[in-house]
């Protein structure tokens, strides 16, 4: 039906730069709205950014300054600019598009 693919996770120092990608694909015409989500051990999913239809973002208060969601419609690609990481940070990333689920992409800060 609809298959979401994150990638770009991976090690970072705190301080350090990562960007997301989440690319969609299956029976879909285009991109709408696309949010991303995280989870850390032990902890639940949590609400990270989205991008709406139109160009328009939203981001979590935690995140804000630091996380920029962008999109690129021509791809059906999802980014997530992630700058000045903290430990905190550290959780599996997801991309989700009405209601379907990408398996997510580790990212994880070293203090």
């Known amino acids: 039906q609809v298959q979401l693919v994150e990638s770009g996770g991976g090690l970072v120092q705190a301080g350090g730069s990562l960007r997301l990608s989440c690319v969609a694909s299956g029976s879909i015409f285009s991109i709408r709205t696309v949010g991303w989500y995280r989870q850390a051990p032990g902890k639940q999913r949590e609400f990270v950014a989205q991008i709406f239809s139109g160009g328009g973002t939203n981001s979590a208060d935690s995140v804000k300054g630091r996380f920029f969601i962008s999109r690129d419609n021509a791809e059906n690609t999802v980014f997530l600019q992630m700058n000045r990481l903290k430990p905190e940070d550290t959780a599996v990333y997801f991309c989700?598009?009405?209601?379907?689920w990408g398996k997510g992409t580790q990212v994880t800060v070293s203090s």
């Open positions: 989700t598009m009405q209601g379907y």
